[in-house]
C-alpha cells in the first residue's frame, strides 16, 4: 500500500480491453489525483501499447499475462481484472493467494459458472479479500434514487416489482449474435452476461434475498432455420435481402449507428475509419449474417421471483427492442413507480392523494451506464484510500458476498429453464 493516504490508488490492471482502458482507464485519465495505472499485463501487443501511452506506463511494466505481473511484484494498492468471462477466475484466486487482503475490481460476472463463483467466493473470504464486482446500476443516480423512494415508504409496502431489460435489436445482433457473448461455452449464458445486473437491481430493491426462481426462454430467432430466401453468409455478398433485414452489418454499422469511433464500431475493428470497418466486414465476425452464426445463447427470457420478504417480481429480457434501455416498474401498497433508465425519468403516484399526483423528476447524469461506471469508480476509489487511512473499510454496495446472490438466481433461473422446475434457493 502506498504511505501518504492523499497519494493517488496505484492500480494494477489485468485486461487492457473496451472495460479495462475504455470505462475504467478513462475514469483514472478524467482523475490523476485520485488514481493512476501503474501496471497492466494483457496478451495483446497493441492493447499493452495503448494502456502504456495513454497512462504512461514505463515498458517494464507492462506484462504479457497477469502471472508475469504477480511474479514482478510491482507496488500497487488496488487491482482491476477486466478480463473476458471465462478468463476471471485464475487471476483473481491467483492475486488473492499473493497479495491477501487487496482490495480487487472484478468485472461482472464474478465467472461464467457456479463452480468457479462459488470458489472464488470462498478464496475471498478465507483470504479477507475487499473484492467489489462491477454491477454498476447500484452506482447510477436513477436507482439510487428509487432505493431511497422505497426506503422513505414513498409507496407504502413494496409488493411487486416488473422490471424489462431491452437489449435492442442491434446491440443483441452485436454482442450476442456475432461477438463475444454468443456461446455458452465461450461466455456465459445470456441471462449472466446481460441480465445478472438485472438480477442483482431487483435483488437490491426488493430488499431481500431472492427464495424462488423459475424461468422460460430459449434461442428462437437467430438460427439458421429463419435464414430468409436468397441470403449469404455475409452481408455483404451479394444477400438479396440485405436492404431489408434490420440486422444488416453495412446498415447497423455503417448506416445506423452514430459515426465511428465510439463502441461499437472500436470492437469491430481498431481502423474505424469507413474503409477499416468495410473491410472488417468484409472479413471478420461482425460482417456475418446474423442467421448463419455460431451463436447458442438464448434471445428471450422470462424469470419470475419470489424474495424471502413476500415481494414478487418478474424480468423480462429480450433481444426484440428498438431502444436499448431498462424499465421498471414497482407496485407498493399506497402507490406505485415507473422508470426509464435511459430517459432518466422516474414517475411516483401517491394513491393517498385523491387525485393520485405523479411526479416526474429528471435527472441528470454523465458517461456510461447511465452514470454507473463512474459512480462505481469513485466509490472504489475512495474505498481503497479509506482502507489506506484506517487499516479497514466497510464493505462496498456490490460487495463479492452480496453479488453472489444475483448470480446464484441467474444460474438457478438457468436451471429452471433447462428442467422446467421451479428452482428453490438455499436460505
Ligand atoms: N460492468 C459492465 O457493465 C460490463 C460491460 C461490458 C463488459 N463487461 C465485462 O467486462 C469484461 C471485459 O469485457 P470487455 O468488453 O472489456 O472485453 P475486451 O475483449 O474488450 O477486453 C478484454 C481484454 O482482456 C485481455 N485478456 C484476455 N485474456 C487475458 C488474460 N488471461 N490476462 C490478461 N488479459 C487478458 C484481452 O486481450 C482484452 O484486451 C467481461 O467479463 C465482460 O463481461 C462488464
Redesign the pocket.
Known amino acids: 500500500m502506498s504511505d501518504h493516504p492523499l497519494d493517488p490508488v496505484r492500480i494494477a490492471l489485468?485486461?487492457?480491453?473496451?472495460?479495462?482502458l475504455g470505462a475504467y482507464g478513462a475514469h483514472v485519465l478524467r482523475r490523476p489525483d485520485l488514481a493512476q495505472i501503474v501496471a497492466v499485463?494483457?496478451?495483446?501487443g497493441e492493447?499493452l501499447t495503448m494502456a502504456g501511452h495513454l497512462h504512461a506506463v514505463p515498458p517494464t511494466h507492462l506484462y504479457p499475462?497477469?502471472q508475469t505481473m504477480l511474479d514482478a511484484e510491482p507496488a500497487f494498492d488496488a487491482v482491476i481484472i477486466?478480463?473476458?468471462?471465462r478468463?476471471?477466475l485464475a487471476?483473481a484466486l491467483a492475486t488473492i493467494e499473493r497479495a491477501g487482503g487487496i482490495s480487487m475490481l472484478l468485472?461482472?460476472?464474478i465467472c461464467p459458472t457456479e463452480e468457479e463463483t462459488e470458489r472464488l467466493a470462498a478464496a475471498a473470504d478465507e483470504a479477507g479479500a475487499d473484492v467489489t464486482v462491477?454491477h454498476?446500476l447500484r452506482y447510477t443516480a436513477f436507482f439510487a434514487r428509487i432505493r431511497e423512494l422505497l426506503d422513505r415508504g414513498v409507496i407504502g409496502q413494496l409488493l411487486t416489482i416488473r422490471h424489462t431489460e431491452h437489449i435492442g435489436y442491434w446491440h443483441f445482433a452485436h454482442s450476442y449474435v456475432r461477438g463475444?457473448w454468443r456461446r455458452l461455452d465461450e461466455a456465459s449464458p445470456m441471462l449472466l452476461?446481460k441480465a445478472c445486473?438485472d438480477l442483482d437491481i431487483l435483488r437490491w430493491l426488493a430488499g431481500a434475498p431472492c427464495a424462488e426462481i423459475s424461468s422460460f426462454g430459449a434461442l428462437s430467432h437467430f438460427t439458421a432455420a429463419n435464414a430468409p430466401e436468397g441470403s449469404t453468409a455475409r452481408c455483404d455478398e451479394g444477400c438479396r435481402v440485405e436492404r431489408s433485414c434490420p440486422y444488416s452489418a453495412q446498415r447497423i454499422y455503417l448506416e445506423t449507428l452514430s459515426p465511428a469511433p465510439a463502441w461499437p464500431h472500436d470492437?469491430v475493428s481498431a481502423d474505424t475509419s469507413p474503409a477499416g470497418l468495410a473491410r472488417a466486414l468484409h472479413e471478420g465476425p461482425y460482417g456475418r449474417c446474423v442467421y448463419r452464426c455460431d451463436n447458442d445463447v438464448a434471445d428471450h427470457q422470462v424469470v419470475a421471483l419470489r424474495f424471502t420478504n413476500g415481494v414478487d417480481a418478474t424480468l423480462n429480457v429480450s433481444a426484440f427492442t428498438r431502444e436499448t434501455t431498462r424499465t421498471v416498474h414497482l407496485m407498493g401498497s399506497h402507490g406505485e413507480i415507473t422508470g426509464d433508465f435511459y430517459a432518466n425519468e422516474i414517475t411516483v403516484s401517491d394513491f393517498r392523494n385523491a387525485d393520485t399526483r405523479t411526479s416526474r423528476l429528471t435527472l441528470v447524469t454523465e458517461g456510461y451506464?447511465g452514470g454507473g461506471d463512474d459512480g462505481l469508480m469513485v466509490d472504489f476509489l475512495n474505498r481503497v484510500r479509506e482502507r489506506r487511512r484506517n487499516g479497514r473499510v466497510e464493505a462496498a454496495r456490490t460487495a463479492l458476498a452480496e453479488s453472489l446472490d444475483s448470480h446464484r438466481m441467474a444460474f438457478a433461473a438457468e436451471h429452471s429453464r433447462a428442467s422446467g422446475e421451479t428452482v428453490r434457493l438455499a436460505a
Open positions: 489485468i485486461g487492457a480491453g473496451s472495460r479495462g499485463a494483457d496478451p495483446l492493447r499475462s497477469w477486466a478480463t473476458p468471462d478468463a476471471h487471476p468485472e461482472k460476472p462491477a454498476v463475444n452476461a445486473h470492437v451506464h
